[in-house]
């Protein structure tokens, strides 16, 4: 487990995930050099790290779930785990033993990768897939560890990106990629690895930052922080209701993802529990609150495999970082042993 000092270290990143040490250390009464260091620990231990998504104004995605044959769930979710433009793989209990989360920029690059480049194992014997209507949480999520006055001064003021979308550039893709490494990286280290200077970098990720095109997160191993297990919930809402329950769902500390999905059951909700009793309490909650949602189905998973461009192991600890890529779309990854075939 995290000690007090780390967590707290975590969720002001969380709130402020580029925040410079010697700003965050009058918040957390410590050097900056103490912050640094411990900071370093954590990521060299794979228990925390900070990294780039997309804002929901630059990005479409799908929840897919894919049932396998026995004993093949581990297998499937780490070979879709390698592909770049699937951004989180867990395992879970019941019909479905695997799901995805797949990124892409547009409704016809996502539609490409769900017909025809998504490579399936031979082991998967039915896939659903289900659209994005609405992303409505769980990019950017909290631990809530530091007070109220301590995350104001964190937090940076939020400006309100103007209505009309600028297409991402390709210098404005090759930044992205570059901190789905590590997205606390120096400017000086990404104009090296860009071959500009560190002012056009600034210049450029302050804009994507101001034009709401990008965010940062900080994650976190979770088990290492107290939750322990997590759920995959589908609900079903009236529609003149969506958007309201969505928001508010969203919006709960359990909350990791919260989509709109045309369907029968439209809300695809993943939350983060501290015990199996936990999902109880969050449903009833839930239930209690929103009087008009049905809970459709639930599923306990039982290994999350990638986290946002993170594979992780047992603990939540990252292993290795395969930087999430949207524009990957037309890609087919290469699984072996056996030929893939596309998603159906």
Not at 44 to 54: K, P, Q
Not at 227 to 242: C, D, G, Q, R, T
Not at 253 to 264: D, L, Q
Not at 275 to 286: N, P, V
């Amino acid at each position: 487990m995290l000690d007090e000092t780390d967590l707290a270290l975590v969720d002001a990143l969380q709130v402020n995930p580029r925040m410079s040490w010697s700003s965050l250390a009058p918040v957390l009464d410590l050097a900056p050099i103490t912050l640094a260091r411990r900071w370093q620990r954590l990521v060299d231990a794979g228990s925390a790290w900070v990294t780039v998504a997309l804002s929901n104004r630059q990005m479409r995605g799908a929840v897919i779930e894919l049932s396998c044959r026995p004993g093949a769930a581990h297998r499937v979710a780490l070979a879709l785990a390698e592909q770049p433009n699937v951004s989180t793989v867990g395992i879970t209990t019941g019909r479905f033993q695997v799901f995805a989360l797949v990124l892409a920029p547009s409704l016809p690059s996502i539609a490409e990768v769900l017909v025809h480049s998504l490579p399936i194992p031979e082991e998967v014997t039915a896939l659903h897939s289900y659209l994005y209507s609405g992303l409505f949480g769980g990019v950017v999520w909290r631990l809530g560890v530091i007070n109220r006055a301590q995350s104001e001064q964190v937090r940076e003021p939020v400006a309100s990106p103007p209505a009309q979308i600028r297409p991402f550039g390709q210098g404005d893709r090759a930044l992205f990629l570059a901190l789905g490494h590590d997205g606390r990286r120096a400017y000086n280290d990404l104009a090296d690895e860009l071959g500009t200077s560190p002012q056009a970098v600034r210049r450029r990720l302050d804009r994507l930052c101001r034009h709401g095109d990008i965010t940062f997160r900080c994650d976190v191993a979770r088990p290492l922080t107290g939750w322990v297990s997590m759920a995959f919930l589908w609900l079903s809402v009236p529609e003149n209701n969506l958007a309201a329950v969505g928001r508010a769902l969203g919006a709960l500390p359990e909350t990791r993802h919260c989509s709109a999905v045309p369907g029968p059951a439209n809300l695809a909700l993943v939350v983060s529990l501290r015990s199996l009793e936990h999902l109880d309490e969050t449903l009833g909650r839930i239930v209690r609150e929103h009087p008009t949602v049905a809970v459709v189905d639930r599923r306990v998973v039982l290994q999350q495999v990638k986290v946002h461009g993170r594979i992780v192991d047992e603990q939540g600890r990252s292993v290795r970082v395969i930087p999430v890529d949207p524009w990957a779309a037309g890609a087919a990854g290469v699984l072996p042993p056996g030929p893939a075939r596309p998603a159906r």
